[in-house]
Every structure is written in C-alpha cells, then in structure tokens.
C-alpha cells in the first residue's frame, strides 16, 4: 500500500477503531505508525500504542524522526506506549 492510501485509510478511522498492520520491513512498519499517532495526537485522542516487535524506544524515535516530540503527550497521559507482555498480562493472564 502506497503512502497515500494509508493516509487515505488512517483519515477514515473512527473513534473506537483499531488498526491491525502486518509488514514485511520497518519502513512499511513506520509508515503506517508515525501518521496513525501523529493523527490522533493531533486531534487530541488518547493513544494507546502495544509495541510486540519493537521497543516502545523505537516509536518515540520513529516519531522524534517525524518532528513530533512524543514526550509531552506521554507526560500528559495521552500517549501510552506499553509492551504487549504486560499489556495483556499486567492484571492477570490473557486468554483469547
């Protein structure tokens, strides 16, 4: 998918959406996760982002790249960056 499709696909989001990406590569990755927060930040939506594959240090980079401080809106508690492991298991255990 080009990068105007996602843009086009990331505008069409609802709140209460979820986004599910599968990439081959960290640029398709990165692609697709710089605009989706930086969209939701922008229209002061809370951001709740589970890292599996990378380190909630990689998305504030991925984001500091993009010109976009991610500090101030995990300071705010608009942004959470968390692991997937504690994620699902920080109250218990995830069953699907």
């Known amino acids: 998918m080009d990068e105007k499709n996602i843009q086009s696909e990331l505008a069409g989001l609802k709140p209460g959406d979820h986004l ?7 640029e398709e990755h990165r692609s697709v996760v ?13 951001i709740i982002y589970v890292a599996d594959a990378s380190a909630p240090e990689d998305i504030m980079a991925y984001l500091a790249g993009d010109g976009l401080d991610g500090e101030p809106y995990i300071g705010s508690g608009q942004l959470t960056i968390m692991l997937s492991r504690d994620f699902y298991f920080g109250r218990g255990s995830f069953r699907p």
């Open 34 to 46: 710089v605009p989706y927060i930086r969209q939701g930040l922008e229209g002061n939506e809370k």
């Open 20 to 26: 599910c990406m599968i990439y081959g590569t960290e």
